[in-house]
């Protein structure tokens, strides 16, 4: 049933990744993925006459090291980077909230002289010149976890799922499940930029014209205790609130803390990324209803395999999308069964 968690099994060195069914099939000793989406053309860097793979340095710069699944995707880095003879490494602020932590390394970074960086942030405009500044010196530049068509400085590539197809399609899910009937509603946002505006727009895009009220909408600041602070005021303002959709599985993961501290067990609780944590354990124990699984190590083999291409002088530029699923009780323990393709590990065996 769960096609999508088998796709790290290495088979025979002729197969590659069939991701237009699913993140399924098989890997092959050379990943492929599918044709990329053109970015805007003023988000598109040329890709010119690097020295190749082999040997490259490339930093791996997450937004924060709180989050474990930024360290999924770096786990996924790191695996497809062995197969290939490349160094990586990790650098990133231990806090999401620490912009200007994230600036500093990234200059850090740039002034080392590696020959590429894989970056995810909270905030494009502030890594914007930055990011021009490591592409007019000669480095790859590849944007992982997004889907951002105009990044405000020109990249060479950009890896991850279609947000807002995601969360619309996990708005769809709530619909069917609650069969059509008024629902009040409460959003927890993630802090103010392009990752929260469109997971939080593909939602709305779903309900919007249906019987789903929402009644408020706040910063769940895209960790647990932003969650849960959150969820208290908005549960407490609104106790009539019957479904809170977050902008990732940490914030729903405090929603779910802050419904147990008030009773509330009535709750309709939706995440958005597939944490192995927050989102599939919480599903399993019965604490949240649904997340909208991202595969994010399966994204980070990807992520690598583009880089590796750029360097190689062979992409031709743009976006790869990588796929999602939603995730509820009747599959999560399928998901959980298949611990080698999580990370971190379940907390025990399914």
């Given amino acids: 049933m769960n096609v999508m968690r088998n796709a790290t099994k290495i ?14 099939a098989a890997w092959a000793q050379e990943l492929s993925y599918p044709a990329p989406k053109p970015l805007q053309a003023s988000a598109q860097a040329p890709i010119k006459s690097f020295k190749g793979p082999k040997g490259a340095h490339i930093a791996y710069m997450p937004p924060a ?16 980077a062995a197969k290939r003879g490349i160094d990586t490494f990790l650098l990133a602020p231990q806090s999401g909230a620490d912009i200007n932590g994230q600036m500093g390394m990234l200059q850090d970074v740039i002034t080392r002289g590696v020959d590429a960086i894989i970056l995810s942030t909270h905030d494009e405009h502030a890594a914007a010149p930055l990011v021009k500044r490591a592409v007019d010196a000669g480095i790859a530049v590849v944007i992982v976890n997004s889907d951002i068509p105009d990044f405000p400085a020109p990249v060479h590539a950009v ?25 009040i509603v409460g959003i927890l946002e993630g802090q103010p930029g392009y990752h929260s505006t469109e997971r939080v727009g593909g939602f709305l895009d779903a309900i919007k014209g249906s019987n789903f009220k929402v009644v408020a909408s706040l910063d769940g600041k895209w960790n647990v205790e932003g969650g849960n602070a959150a969820a208290m005021d908005m549960l407490q303002a609104h106790p009539d609130i019957q479904l809170i959709f977050a902008a990732n599985d940490y914030e729903i993961m405090g929603a779910a803390q802050a419904a147990k501290a008030l009773g509330r067990t009535d709750l309709l609780l939706f995440g958005n990324d597939g944490d192995t944590g927050a989102g599939l354990e919480q599903i399993a124990a019965g604490n949240v209803t649904a997340t909208v699984d991202t595969t994010p190590f399966v994204m980070g083999q990807i992520a690598l395999a583009i880089t590796a291409d750029i360097l190689a002088n062979k992409y031709p530029g743009g976006w790869v999308e990588t796929p999602t699923q939603i995730v509820d009780k009747n599959n999560v323990i399928d998901i959980l069964r298949h611990p080698e393709t999580l990370y971190p590990k379940p907390s025990k065996a399914y």
């Fill in 159 to 183: 890896v991850g799922y279609s947000q807002r197809k995601g969360t619309h399609k996990l708005g769809e899910y709530a619909l069917k499940l609650t069969d059509g009937k008024p629902m």
């Fill in 11 to 24: 088979l025979a060195a002729g197969l590659a990744l069939a991701i237009g069914l699913a993140v399924g």
């Fill in 65 to 80: 090291t709180e989050f474990n699944y930024y360290i999924a995707i770096g786990e996924g880095i790191k695996k497809e």
